[in-house]
């Protein structure tokens, strides 16, 4: 089964299960948030729905989510989020330019080669990203991060839950980085 069908099979069920197992992403943010501090336009990827978003908004001015599963984003705009049905891997096209970008319990989910490199075209010179991640994956994915302009600001690991830690990584831009040129585009 895809990622994708296994959500939109537990998106009913989403809400309650996991706040049965104790699933608290403000619990996971919170030592980042000095780091963050105030922020005007927010992006969260993979929102689900719209546990994140409730976090997020308290210290972005706007916030918009990304949502591929249709019964997750639903419920995310029923606690009035605004939602785009779109995969991360698409995020690039994406007009905005945000100063905020999460990946709360996402990134393990999606292509983060392709998610990383989106980037670029939608981050401010400012921005932060802030990403939770399953421990086995944090290297490559951290990695990702570092060949594509990102430095990491802080990282520390935090019980998400019974048997689940989860790597918390806060990364900013490196600054005036310049996107190094492939030989295809000479
Ligand atoms: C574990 S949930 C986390 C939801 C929310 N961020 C939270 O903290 O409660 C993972 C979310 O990623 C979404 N997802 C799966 N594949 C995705 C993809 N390719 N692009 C964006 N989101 C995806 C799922 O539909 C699901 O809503």
């Known amino acids: 089964m895809s990622w994708i069908n296994y959500f939109r099979t537990w998106a009913r069920k989403y809400d309650e299960e996991t706040s049965s197992y104790g699933y608290d992403p403000n619990r996971l943010i919170?030592?980042?948030?000095?780091?963050?501090?105030?922020?005007?336009?927010?992006?969260?990827v993979g929102c689900g729905t719209g546990l994140s978003l409730k976090v997020i908004e308290t210290f972005c001015e706007k916030i918009v989510g990304i949502e591929p599963v249709e019964k997750m984003a639903k419920q995310a705009e029923s606690k009035g989020f605004q939602v785009l049905r779109m995969k991360g891997e698409d995020l690039g096209q994406i007009k905005?330019?945000?100063?905020?970008?999460?990946?709360?319990?996402?990134?393990?989910?999606?292509?983060?080669?392709?998610?990383?490199?989106?980037?670029?075209?939608?981050?401010?010179?400012?921005?932060?990203?802030?990403?939770?991640?399953?421990?086995?994956?944090?290297?490559?994915?951290?990695?990702?991060?570092?060949?594509?302009?990102?430095?990491?600001?802080?990282?520390?690991?935090?019980?998400?839950?019974?048997?689940?830690?989860?790597?918390?990584?806060?990364?900013?831009?490196?600054?005036?980085?310049?996107?190094?040129?492939s030989s295809k585009d000479l």
Not at 30 to 44: E, V
């Open 30 to 44: 919170k030592p980042f948030l000095h780091l963050i501090g105030k922020r005007k336009q927010g992006l969260d």
């Open 96 to 181: 905005t330019k945000f100063d905020f970008i999460s990946f709360f319990a996402s990134i393990d989910y999606l292509d983060s080669s392709v998610a990383i490199k989106g980037l670029k075209n939608i981050i401010t010179e400012d921005v932060v990203v802030f990403i939770t991640i399953e421990p086995e994956n944090k290297s490559s994915v951290v990695l990702k991060f570092l060949k594509n302009g990102f430095l990491v600001k802080k990282s520390i690991t935090k019980r998400a839950y019974e048997g689940q830690n989860y790597v918390c990584v806060l990364f900013e831009k490196v600054k005036g980085y310049k996107e190094k040129k």
